[in-house]
């Protein structure tokens, strides 16, 4: 368990959330229009994607991950030990043939175009013949259309009660609900807390632009449209998204982008390197000497924020994110 969630327990006096009820086998869930059922709590697992990774461990379920795939940052200091007990199936995806030879009782997926339709993994059908349930995150399901755009589109902006209901539910499928009410109410801790030191600042002339990667440092960057994770980080804390797509993370010209001049540019800080600019070190080079990008009045002013990738995602790291953001933004430094 988290040191952090501990203390909160035992200074808030939250020691009523670990009464919650048992989970009642068979277990059937409702997840992104399918129903799951589980005869008991799963006792292999495996994980793609690193925010479904990192919320089992703080649900103090690593003991139970068979396997894990898809990261985009290092797993978080508090959870190394326990990572490193896990076999790494592949650090992006992993083939159908990997998951299923694990003999996972649960198959937890964070995104859709892994575990979908056109799942680049497989389908959620092709392991349903296999009698593996599949749990996709509801934060890339829910209001989402994953057919449109190559992340997908949202059809109505992310609501972060998503994340909550993931904890939850996972916490109920694995019969830890005290474990899920506990991490919840320190997530939302955070979001308070990132909140509250703006409270009174006028941000309504703030903008920003998040960086996410490119495919090739000299054509269009990977960067957060409207309505999505990093949309709702900008949204929370009151400042406005120069992008207007609403493709998860749409390609736009740096022309378009320099053009509307944003105040602060987050860039995404990455241990993966699948595309040149998954290195935040050649983000910034590029930023800084491009003929376009080194006239931003945030490369001039070093208004650069570098955040790890997964704390854009719909994951617990969303809500250090939204701390280090709301820091840099109270105080007008850039952090790193």
């Given at each position: 368990?988290?040191?952090?969630?501990?203390a909160?327990?035992?200074?808030?006096?939250?020691?009523?959330?670990?009464?919650?009820?048992?989970?009642?086998?068979?277990?059937?869930?409702?997840?992104?229009?399918?129903?799951?059922?589980?005869?008991?709590?799963?006792?292999?697992?495996?994980?793609?994607?690193?925010?479904?990774?990192?919320?089992?461990?703080a649900?103090?379920?690593?003991?139970?991950?068979?396997?894990?795939?898809?990261?985009?940052?290092?797993?978080?200091?508090?959870?190394?030990?326990?990572?490193?007990?896990?076999?790494?199936?592949?650090?992006?995806?992993?083939?159908?043939?990997?998951?299923?030879?694990?003999?996972?009782?649960?198959?937890?997926?964070?995104?859709?175009?892994?575990?979908?339709?056109?799942?680049?993994?497989?389908?959620?059908?092709?392991?349903d013949?296999?009698?593996?349930p599949?749990?996709?995150?509801?934060?890339?399901c829910?209001?989402k259309?994953?057919?449109?755009?190559?992340?997908?589109?949202?059809l109505?902006?992310?609501?972060?009660?998503?994340?909550?209901?993931?904890?939850?539910?996972?916490?109920?499928?694995?019969?830890?609900?005290?474990?899920?009410?506990?991490?919840?109410?320190?997530?939302k801790?955070?979001?308070?807390?990132?909140?509250a030191?703006?409270?009174?600042?006028?941000?309504?002339?703030?903008?920003?632009?998040?960086?996410?990667?490119?495919?090739?440092?000299?054509?269009?960057?990977?960067v957060?449209?409207?309505?999505?994770?990093?949309?709702?980080?900008?949204?929370?804390?009151?400042?406005r998204?120069?992008?207007?797509?609403?493709?998860?993370?749409?390609?736009?010209?740096?022309?378009?982008l320099?053009?509307?001049?944003?105040?602060?540019?987050?860039?995404?800080?990455?241990?993966?390197?699948?595309?040149?600019?998954?290195?935040?070190?050649?983000?910034?080079?590029?930023?800084?000497?491009?003929?376009?990008?080194?006239?931003?009045?945030?490369v001039?002013?070093?208004?650069?924020?570098?955040?790890?990738?997964?704390?854009?995602?719909?994951?617990?790291?969303?809500?250090?994110?939204?701390?280090?953001?709301?820091?840099?933004?109270?105080?007008?430094?850039?952090?790193?």
């Amino acid at each position: 368990m988290l040191p952090r969630i501990a203390a909160l327990i035992a200074g808030l006096g939250l020691t009523g959330l670990a009464q919650a009820a048992a989970t009642h086998y068979p277990l059937t869930v409702d997840n992104c229009g399918m129903p799951q059922t589980f005869a008991h709590a799963p006792e292999r697992a495996v994980t793609i994607g690193q925010a479904g990774t990192e919320i089992l461990y703080a649900l103090g379920l690593g003991h139970t991950l068979a396997g894990t795939s898809l990261w985009f940052n290092n797993v978080l200091p508090e959870f190394k030990a326990m990572n490193d007990k896990v076999e790494r199936l592949a650090d992006n995806d992993p083939s159908f043939e990997a998951v299923v030879g694990k003999r996972p009782q649960l198959v937890a997926v964070q995104f859709e175009w892994m575990v979908g339709a056109q799942g680049v993994v497989g389908t959620r059908e092709q392991f349903d013949e296999l009698k593996i349930p599949t749990y996709l995150l509801p934060s890339d399901c829910e209001g989402k259309d994953n057919l449109v755009g190559a992340d997908g589109t949202r059809l109505q902006a992310f609501q972060v009660d998503s994340i909550y209901k993931s904890v939850s539910q996972l916490a109920e499928i694995f019969d830890v609900q005290d474990r899920g009410a506990t991490l919840n109410a320190d997530l939302k801790g955070r979001l308070d807390s990132a909140t509250a030191q703006l409270a009174g600042k006028d941000l309504s002339n703030t903008s920003a632009l998040f960086w996410f990667s490119s495919a090739d440092l000299d054509i269009d960057p990977y960067v957060a449209g409207r309505q999505g994770v990093a949309d709702f980080m900008l949204r929370t804390l009151g400042v406005r998204n120069v992008v207007e797509s609403t493709e998860e993370w749409p390609t736009v010209g740096w022309e378009t982008l320099a053009k509307a001049n944003p105040t602060w540019l987050i860039i995404a800080r990455m241990d993966r390197r699948r595309f040149p600019a998954d290195d935040y070190q050649k983000k910034l080079e590029f930023l800084h000497n491009d003929p376009v990008t080194r006239n931003m009045d945030a490369v001039k002013h070093d208004r650069i924020i570098v955040l790890d990738a997964d704390a854009m995602q719909a994951g617990i790291r969303l809500f250090r994110g939204l701390q280090t953001l709301s820091a840099a933004f109270a105080s007008g430094k850039a952090a790193q």
